[in-house]
């Protein structure tokens, strides 16, 4: 909807071919970056696989099983979903965590005694997943890269801190908050 008012408005305004020439120039800017992009992302993904074969994911988890247990008391079978699901994305690897995420909530939901209302796990999943701890943001740094930083990396600290303060913030209001 967005799109299509801002095309009216720019026909409207600048006239037809300014809002022709506006699309094509942006629609082969964007070509451009992604083109620009598909190196940093092919290394990256080509890290994070060797990241994943090494075991180093698999060793994550089971660092963080004590947190898990503590953040997901009632998990069950679904804690292992849960805990690859957040290793990967401490890695950068979101391509990676979306199939156990999504593996995680089915198996929490096959034991949800009320199935039309969340569970307290897929609450607190849900809000560690919206507030996203990364240590290795990948996708932002090809971005950058991509851009023409001269530093693409020097936002992995800022990142870190941010996203540890978001989540941080969330297991603290899944927590306090009542549950119901």
């Known amino acids: 909807m967005m799109l299509a008012v801002g095309i009216v408005v720019m026909i409207i305004t600048k006239g037809g071919d300014a809002a022709l020439n506006a699309l094509l ?3 082969g800017e964007a070509v451009t970056l992604c083109l620009s992009m598909c190196g940093a992302y092919i290394f990256w993904m080509g890290f994070m696989g060797v990241v994943k074969k090494s075991g180093l994911m698999d060793g994550l988890s089971k660092l963080l099983s004590p947190a898990m247990r ?20 401490m890695l950068g690897m ?28 897929m609450c607190v999943f849900l809000c560690i997943n919206a507030s996203c701890l990364e240590l290795l943001p990948s996708g932002l740094i090809a971005l950058r890269q ?9 936002i992995v600290l800022p990142t870190f801190l ?15 908050l009542p549950q119901a």
């Not at 979101?94 to 307290?120: C, D, H, S, V």
């Not at 991509?146 to 020097?154: D, E, F, K, R, V």
């Not at 996203?163 to 306090?176: D, F, G």
């Open 25 to 27: 120039s942006g629609a």
């Open 94 to 121: 979101g391509n990676a965590a979306t199939p156990y995420g999504i593996e995680a909530m089915r198996l929490m939901q096959k034991n949800n005694p009320k199935p039309n209302i969340a569970t307290y796990e």
């Open 146 to 154: 991509a851009c023409g930083s001269t530093a693409p990396a020097s």
């Open 162 to 176: 941010s996203s540890a303060c978001a989540t941080i913030v969330a297991v603290l209001c899944c927590k306090l």
């Open 70 to 89: 503590f953040l997901f008391p009632n998990a069950g079978e679904a804690a292992t979903a849960i805990s690859m699901n957040i290793s990967a994305n």
